[in-house]
């Protein structure tokens, strides 16, 4: 079942999983990806799909930032945490609660859910930036909330300011091998 986003204008878009499953990914080509027969439809449409799909992608993940491959850090998780919640705010309000982010069983991967269908999943070592002999403390259902409540702010800053969290990063890296 399609999720209808609305972006204030009195319209309301359909967009179906998959598509909002690429829109979330960081890689704007991948995001953008479509297929030959797409390609050879937008030829004949007065509102070229092609150029929705920029727009809905600049959308949810902001101005593409120059020299991100320069970062000692990887934001991929902290992106796709925003780019989630960002297409959540775009749902018709009746829609929103079809949206979920949670914790695998086992606390070790992020995931999100539409309709109860996983569109996309993020390895909790990965967005923190620690290493994978890192073990957690299992975390109660309060304090799950409270982490994806964190992150969800912090992914939002992260997302629009990269370059701040690399500081944070390395001094964070620097106490773990303490």
């Known amino acids: 079942m399609p999720v209808t986003l609305s972006f204030g204008n009195r319209h309301n878009y359909e967009i179906n999983h998959s598509r909002l499953a690429r829109l ?17 439809k937008d030829c004949f449409r007065t509102h070229k799909k092609q150029e929705v799909l920029e727009v809905l992608y600049t959308l949810i993940h ?6 991100q491959a ?3 850090v990887d934001i991929t998780g902290m992106e796709k ?10 749902a018709n309000p009746s829609q929103q609660d079809r949206f979920v982010m949670r914790f695998d069983m086992n606390q070790t991967q992020v995931l ?12 909790l070592h990965r967005l923190l930036n ?3 002999n890192c073990i957690f403390k299992v975390m109660e259902e309060d304090e799950e909330e409270l982490f994806l409540k964190i992150c969800i702010k912090y992914g939002e800053k992260i997302a629009r300011y990269p ?6 990063a390395n001094k964070l890296k620097d106490a773990v091998n303490e």
């Open 163 to 168: 370059e701040l969290l690399e500081g944070f």
């Open 62 to 67: 902001g101005c593409e930032r120059e020299n």
């Open 81 to 90: 945490i925003h780019a989630f919640t960002q297409l959540k705010q775009y």
């Open 70 to 72: 320069e970062l000692n």
């Open 130 to 132: 620690v290493s994978e």
């Open 24 to 40: 979330m990914s960081p890689d704007k080509e991948e995001a953008l990806y479509m297929g030959v027969w797409d390609r050879f």
């Open 112 to 123: 999100f859910e539409i309709d109860g269908k996983v569109i996309d999943k993020c390895n």
